[in-house]
């Protein structure tokens, strides 16, 4: 009997020894591969990288204008694209595109009131079917030169004009330009009030604008710029308004002989949002837009005015007679379209005509 414990009891610490000598090596496995992944963190070797998060996709905003790629509205916009993408680190992305309709400010301005099209860069005109008041903006010898239209616009009469727009579902975020107007015609040189007596000119379907060339004695004829040339050419049209830039890119220079620095009407352009998309932003991707707006519109204002004094040489080299009335001979241009104004004073009232006169005057500050 003894015998038979002795045995049991052998065979029970050998089993126990066996048991022990295996945990032993199995947690001296994992001990050692614990001081394997230190040794080597101490050796220098790079941790296991932690699992890439998943890319955000970047948010794509399309804004158009309806001028050409070569414009200085367009490269504006590529300045804005430039601005937006570095500012947001690639979270924005803006695509760019040109509509060169007759009437595409028009239907851009409808697509951001619906909520279709994020942003786009128009005529201040294709803003008075929404409110009457910015007819101001048309109005001939509103200001004598840039100075005057940038403390304007980029003032507090402008902010409130751009602020107006919250209540046709647009955000009006900066103001950029066409530039100021020129007459040319194939008849003769234009020095005064006088020469333009009976020349049929060119002009848009605008009221504003076809009475401003009446008081110059002039017979507005209102046809698109895509379909100037053909009319200047086939002599329906005598001559027609425009920044010297378009007379360039439209070639009006082959069937014009004359060009007078009239300077009679300033066009700005607006920058606008769609106040549907953009109550969907976040307030830092709406500071990022905002800020490269205005940048992108001080860029714009100088290019396009460095382009308008390049076209101006350039028709002077192609064969233009390029005419500067001086300032006695303009004021007479300026005199004759006194009355302008009051014929459209109903829809932009009296009281912010003075205003911009007040702010231009410096009393306003």
Not at 320 to 348: C, N, Y
Request: hydrophobic share 40%; aromatic share 8%; proline share 4%.
């Amino acid at each position: 009997m003894s015998n038979l414990f002795k045995t049991i009891g052998t065979a029970f610490v050998l089993l126990l020894a066996a048991g022990f000598l295996a945990g032993c090596d199995s947690g001296t496995g994992t001990r050692s591969t614990t001081r394997s992944v230190v040794r080597n963190d101490q050796d220098g070797a790079q941790p296991v990288p932690a699992p890439a998060e998943p890319e955000v996709e970047a948010k794509l905003i399309r804004a158009g204008v309806g001028l050409d790629e070569q414009s200085s509205q367009y490269k504006g916009l590529l300045k804005f694209k430039e601005l937006v993408e570095s500012a947001s680190n690639g979270r924005l992305k803006v695509e760019l595109f040109t509509d060169l309709r007759p009437d595409s400010g028009i239907e851009m301005s409808y697509a951001l009131q619906a909520g279709t099209l994020d942003m786009a860069c128009l005529p201040s005109t294709s803003l008075v079917r929404l409110d009457k008041r910015w007819v101001v903006f048309d109005l001939p010898f509103l200001f004598k030169d840039e100075e005057e239209a940038d403390r304007v616009l980029d003032g507090t009469l402008g902010k409130e004009y751009l602020d107006s727009l919250l209540a046709h579902d647009l955000v009006g975020m900066a103001f950029w330009e066409n530039g100021f107007s020129q007459v040319t015609n194939g008849v003769r040189v234009v020095q005064s009030p006088s020469d333009l007596k009976g020349l049929k000119i060119g002009t848009t379907e605008k009221p504003i604008h076809q009475a401003t060339l009446k008081a110059l004695g002039a017979k507005p004829m209102p046809i698109s710029s895509d379909q100037r040339f053909a009319a200047l050419y086939q002599k329906l049209i005598d001559g027609q308004e425009s920044p010297s830039v378009a007379s360039i890119q439209w070639k009006y220079y082959e069937a014009q002989r004359y060009i007078t620095l009239t300077n009679h009407l300033y066009s700005p352009f607006v920058f606008l949002y769609s106040r549907r998309l953009w109550d969907t932003l976040a307030p830092e991707d709406q500071l990022v837009l905002s800020e490269a707006a205005w940048n992108a519109g001080k860029h714009q204002r100088q290019i396009n005015r460095e382009a308008a004094s390049e076209a101006l040489a350039s028709l002077s080299k192609a064969g233009m007679v390029v005419t500067d009335p001086g300032l006695a001979r303009h004021e007479a241009f300026v005199k004759a379209t006194a009355g302008v104004a009051k014929q459209f004073e109903a829809d932009f009232g009296a009281d912010k005509l003075q205003a911009i006169r007040d702010e231009i005057a410096g009393k306003n500050h």
